[in-house]
């Protein structure tokens, strides 16, 4: 299954240890979907959450306005639902309840028949301490790697 995405959260990495990964669908207009497509759009300080109705709602992430929409152009930063199953929203509303954990959009990306997905990362919070040691163990890998690429050549 080819997969393209659009737009990636690095940051959410960085900053939480992702327990569990969800895939939700998105409810888009016709402009943000083809602003999607050109890749027009930011997950940095998205979230995600679900209201009193059991709606999935994301908010604060940015797709950009589609520069040739004539009729009615999308609000960047507007709340979108997300579609999941029902059963996921309630094991969701469980596990948030729990303290310290929130649910995050990790990526936004297009599944082989055009529709668009967004990944969303069960997360917690990683402390200043952890983000060290998770930045030591990158370069002392990316340091072996140059190293063995050295030993080859």
């Given amino acids: 299954m080819a997969i393209k995405i659009v737009a990636k959260n690095k940051k959410a990495f960085h900053d939480y240890h992702i327990d569990a ?3 939700a669908g998105m409810v888009l207009s016709g402009p ?14 998205g979230y995600v959450k679900i209201d009193s109705r059991g709606e999935v709602m994301l908010y604060n992430v940015h797709i950009s306005m589609y520069s040739f929409a004539t009729q009615n152009p999308n ?3 507007r709340v ?12 969701l509303i469980g596990k948030l ?7 995050i959009p990790l990526k936004i990306y297009f599944i082989e028949n055009g529709k668009a997905k967004i990944e969303l990362g069960l997360a917690r919070g990683k402390r200043e301490y ?15 790697q140059r190293e ?3 030993d080859k050549v």
Avoid: F
Avoid at 97 to 103: F, I
Avoid at 134 to 142: A, D, G, P
């Fill in 97 to 103: 309840n729990e303290k310290g954990l929130a649910l």
């Fill in 130 to 144: 952890d983000k060290r040691a998770t930045l030591k163990e990158q370069q002392s890998k990316r340091e072996i």
């Fill in 75 to 77: 609000e960047p930063l």
């Fill in 32 to 45: 943000e979907v083809k602003s999607l497509r050109a890749g027009k759009a930011n997950l940095r300080d």
């Fill in 80 to 91: 979108r639902k997300l579609l999941l199953h029902h059963r996921e929203i309630k094991k």
């Fill in 21 to 23: 990964t969800y895939e």
């Fill in 148 to 150: 063995m690429r050295h």
